[in-house]
T-cell receptor, first 114, second 114 residues
Framework: GNSVTQMEGPVTLSEEAFLTINCTYT??????LFWYVQYPGEGLQLLLK?????DKGSNKGFEATYRKETTSFHLEKGSVQVSDSAVYFC?????????????FGKGTHLIIQP | DSGVTQTPKHLITATGQRVTLRCSPR?????VYWYQQSLDQGLQFLIQ???????AKGNILERFSAQQFPDLHSELNLSSLELGDSALYFC?????????????FGPGTRLLVL
C-alpha cells in the first residue's frame, strides 16, 4: 500500500540552527503533499503543501519542494526558534482506490534548545 | 482555532462498552474525515464522509462505524471497546474531496479504555 517514511527523532537542535526533516513517499499515482505540525496538547495544523511536481510550499520560514523524481518532500528552515518545538508530520494524500485520507508518517519530534 | 469542534475532549470508559464521538466541521465544509492517533499505530485514516454519504474507508475496524447527518456534523461510534482502542481521535474537514484541498483538524477526543 501507500506509505511515507520520515525520520522519527527526537531531533534536537540549538536555536538559529538549520533544519532539515527528510520525507519520502511511495510513488503510487500523483499525490498532493502536506506537512502538518502538532504542538504539545493540540491538534494538527497545516504547515505547508504542494500539489504538483516542482511546487514549493512555504510558511513561517519553512519550505518544502515536491520532488517527483526522488519522491521526496523534505522540510527545511534556515533558522529555527524555540517556538518551533513540536512534532512534524509528512502526509501525502493519494486519491482513488477507496482510500482518500491523508497517509501520515510516524512524525518527527523536534526539540529546539535556547 | 481551525473551526472544527469535537466533543467530548476526554472520555474514560471500560472494555466492552460503546461510545460516540461527535464532530462539527468548519462552516461550509462538506467533507468530514476521522483519524486515530495511537502510540502503536501512529496517525491512521479511518473513514471519510462527503455530504452525508460514505466516500472512502481506511483502516477502520468493523466494531467502528460513522455517519454524517443532514446538518453535516458527524459521529464516530466505537463499540465492544478494547484496551487497544485507547487513542486520540481526530476529526478533520474540507470543502470538497479534491486531493489538493487542505484538511482542517479539530482538537481531538482522547479516549481511555480501562
Amino acid at each position: 500500500g501507500n506509505s511515507v517514511t520520515q525520520m522519527e527523532g527526537p531531533v534536537t537542535l540549538s536555536e538559529e540552527a538549520f533544519l532539515t526533516i527528510n520525507c519520502t513517499y511511495t510513488a503510487t499515482g500523483y499525490p498532493s503533499l502536506f506537512w502538518y505540525v502538532q504542538y504539545p496538547g493540540e491538534g494538527l495544523q497545516l504547515l505547508l503543501k504542494a500539489t504538483k511536481a516542482d511546487d514549493k510550499g512555504s510558511n513561517k520560514g519553512f519550505e518544502a519542494t515536491y520532488r517527483k523524481e526522488t519522491t521526496s518532500f523534505h522540510l527545511e528552515k534556515g533558522s529555527v526558534q524555540v517556538s518551533d518545538s513540536a512534532v512534524y508530520f509528512c502526509a501525502p494524500r493519494y486519491s482513488g482506490g477507496g482510500a482518500d485520507g491523508l497517509t501520515f508518517g510516524k512524525g518527527t519530534h523536534l526539540i529546539i534548545q535556547p | 482555532d481551525s473551526g472544527v469542534t469535537q466533543t467530548p475532549k476526554h472520555l474514560i470508559t471500560a472494555t466492552g462498552q460503546r461510545v460516540t464521538l461527535r464532530c462539527s466541521p468548519r462552516s461550509g465544509d462538506l467533507s468530514v474525515y476521522w483519524y486515530q492517533q495511537s502510540l502503536d499505530q501512529g496517525l491512521q485514516f479511518l473513514i471519510q464522509y462527503y455530504n452525508g454519504e460514505e466516500r472512502a474507508k481506511g483502516n477502520i475496524l468493523e466494531r467502528f462505524s460513522a455517519q454524517q447527518f443532514p446538518d453535516l456534523h458527524s459521529e464516530l461510534n466505537l463499540s465492544s471497546l478494547e484496551l487497544g482502542d485507547s487513542a486520540l481521535y481526530f476529526c478533520a474537514s474540507s470543502l470538497w474531496t479534491a486531493p489538493q484541498e487542505t484538511q482542517y483538524f479539530g482538537p481531538g477526543t482522547r479516549l481511555l479504555v480501562l
